[in-house]
C-alpha cells in the first residue's frame, strides 16, 4: 500500500515568495493532519481536517498560512508571503476514521526560506 | 493542555543492552500514547502505542508501560540492534491531537 505521499520534498525560496506544499493522505483515511517539526520547537500541530472539514487550525502561526482539502484525497498547505523562520520540516499525517487514534506520517517537505 | 516532557533527550547503549525512555504528562483526560521512531529524513514511524484501559503491551523486542495514577509511560526496547539508532518520540493525545515530546536520540553502538 502507498503510504502518505508528500511533494516536494524539497523546496527552497526566496523571502516574499509563496509557497505551496502537497499531501495525498492513505486512500480510505478521513482525517489528516499537518505538523511543523523545528529544532527550537520540536513537532507542532499546525491543523486538521476530518473529512476534508478543518477542525482546529490554532495551530497556524499566523495569517499567511493557509491550507485547504478540496477532497479527500489531496491537501495544500500554503505559506504567503514566506519568511526565513517558517523553514522547517514539513509532515503530513493521515488517521483512519475519526474512531481510531493512530495517525501516519509522509516522508515531509524541507522548506528553506532565504 | 496536555504537556508532555521527555527523557533522557540522548541515550547511548551497547548493542545486545536494553534501552528505555520515559515520558510524563500533564493532562489526566489523556487517553492514547503512542511512540514514533524517526531515522534522519524521514517521518515519523508509529512503531507502539497504547491506550488508557491498558497498563502494558508489547511487540516483540518493544514495550510500553503505562502509569495513569503517576501519569508517565515508558518504552522499553530490549536486546538493541544498530538498526534502532534513531529519534524516538512519545505523544499524548487529548482532544484529537497528539502532543509530542521533545524526542529521544537512541545511539546502540556495536
Known amino acids: 500500500d502507498a503510504g502518505v505521499i508528500q511533494s516536494p520534498r524539497h523546496e527552497v525560496t526566496e523571502m516574499g515568495q509563496e509557497v505551496t506544499l502537497r499531501c495525498k493522505p492513505i486512500?480510505?483515511?478521513?482525517?489528516l493532519f499537518w505538523y511543523r517539526q523545528t529544532m527550537m520547537r520540536g513537532l507542532e500541530l499546525l491543523i486538521y481536517f476530518n473529512n476534508n472539514v478543518p477542525i482546529d487550525d490554532s495551530g497556524m502561526p499566523e495569517d499567511r498560512f493557509s491550507a485547504k482539502m478540496p477532497n479527500a484525497s489531496f491537501s495544500t498547505l500554503k505559506i504567503q508571503p514566506s519568511e526565513p523562520r517558517d523553514s522547517a520540516v514539513y509532515f503530513c499525517?493521515?488517521?483512519?476514521?475519526?474512531?481510531?487514534?493512530?495517525?501516519?506520517f509522509g516522508p515531509g517537505t524541507r522548506l528553506t526560506v532565504t | 493542555g496536555e504537556n508532555v516532557e521527555q527523557h533522557p533527550s540522548t541515550l547511548s547503549v551497547q548493542e545486545g543492552d536494553s534501552a528505555v525512555i520515559k515520558c510524563t504528562y500533564s493532562?489526566?483526560?489523556?487517553?492514547?500514547f503512542p511512540w514514533y521512531k524517526q531515522e534522519l529524513g524521514k517521518g515519523p514511524q508509529l512503531i507502539i502505542d497504547i491506550r488508557s484501559n491498558v497498563g502494558e503491551k508489547k511487540d516483540q523486542r518493544i514495550a510500553v508501560t503505562l502509569n495513569k495514577t503517576a501519569k508517565h509511560f515508558s518504552l522499553h526496547i530490549t536486546e538493541t540492534q544498530p538498526e534502532d539508532s534513531a529519534v524516538y518520540f512519545c505523544a499524548g493525545m487529548n482532544t484529537d491531537k497528539l502532543i509530542f515530546g521533545t524526542g529521544t536520540r537512541l545511539q546502540v553502538f556495536p
Open positions: 493532562d489526566s483526560a489523556s487517553n492514547y
Open positions: 486512500s480510505g483515511h478521513n482525517s
Open positions: 499525517a493521515s488517521r483512519p476514521q475519526r474512531g481510531s487514534y493512530e495517525q501516519y
